[in-house]
């Protein structure tokens, strides 16, 4: 059992004064990645600001926000270099050549364009989940990536995290036998912090609940099966009433090729169990494994066991990690794929089809070079 002592030694280690990683020299040679930031985003700090600053290859250097003010007091609270602000703001980041890396953590509706822009202006971008409003937008994205030779990464933090990779190896190792079913949720309750005007209430900006929380467990599952799903075979969506075309809550069974896996999330929950023909595992908080996790083993007959990864990062420090090993022509120690992220999508698509709440609205930007 995890003690109170433990949990606060990790939140600090992982969201206060991340650790510098052990025998890692600071590399001289080369100067420092410098990141950019579109918008400052409630996000970006235990995202990415906490993560860089125990990252020796990187640099936080600018931010830009609709309101210059904005942008300056996260510039000066978080000691990036420089800001930028104002309605060309996010251009003008994207305009500064000292620029190597852009996030991208706009709301969900803004992801292909400042992402396509980003990518135009020559960054390495690494963007929020969900990557885009529509699987169009997401392959319209890797394809420019990919023209242009860049890394371009969807941040799904929890697939770089040692815990999840070991619920995966457990199934890999046959242990349990081939998987039957895996069930996997994220919810929470609302405790008024999301409020009319969030961006997760707002359609045009792509919001729903399948979009922030959702996206998820979809692809834990997916993960865990190592398939995607042949069919969706129901999905029911909570409404909110003041936009019915915006889910609170999304509930979707999904049935793959090979035995039948399914997403069928239940609340409020953080955790993915997978049943297989020999016993079951299930992982509790797949999401943020660093605050807690457990992985409960079970194999038929057999006894009980508990495990733990070794955490002494947090998900989103793996990420940058991998996401800069990328950069630098490294083999990380995972990545998600372009084919990933795009498979994602199509399935939130139609899960949303499903439930009768349709897709997101696609993007109305028109890049230059896309066609
Ligand atoms: N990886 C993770 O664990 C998490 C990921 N996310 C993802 O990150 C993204 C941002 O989420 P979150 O930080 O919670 O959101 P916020 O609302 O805090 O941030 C969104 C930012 O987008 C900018 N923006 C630009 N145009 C608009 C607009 N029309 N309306 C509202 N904001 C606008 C604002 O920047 P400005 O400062 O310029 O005004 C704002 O700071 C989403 O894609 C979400 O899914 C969110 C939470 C957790
Ligand atoms: O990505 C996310 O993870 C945690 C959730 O609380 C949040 O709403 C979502 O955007």
Known sequence: MSSVFGVFKRVYAAFISPPRPPNVEDNNASPPLRIGILGAAAIAPPALVLPAKSHPEVELYAIAARNISRAENFAKKHGFKKWYGGKDGYQVLLNDPAIDIVYNPLPNGLHYEWTMKALAAGKHVLLEKPSGNTAEETRRMFSLADQKGLVLLEAFHYRFHPAIQRVRAIIDSGELGAIKEVNATLAFPNLGLIGNNDIRMNYDLGGGAMMDCGCYPLSCVRYLAFDNPSAV?????????????????????????????????????????????????????????????SITVAPDGGVT?????????????????????????????????????IANMEWVEKIYEESGLGSRPQSTYVHPTAS
């Open 305 to 341: 066991r508990t495990e733990k990864a070794e955490e002494w990062w947090s998900t989103y420090r793996y990420q940058l990690e991998a996401f800069v090993d990328k950069i630098k022509g490294r083999t990380p120690q995972t990545w998600m794929s372009a084919e990933d992220s």
């Open 233 to 293: 075979i129901s999905a029911t969506a909570v409404r909110y009433p003041r936009d019915p075309r915006i889910d609170t809550g999304t509930t979707a069974k999904l049935t793959f090729a090979s035995p039948t896996p399914g997403f069928l999330p239940r609340w409020p929950e953080i955790s993915v169990r997978a049943i297989c023909e020999r016993g079951s595992i299930e992982m509790f908080n797949f999401v943020m494994p660093v605050i807690y996790h």
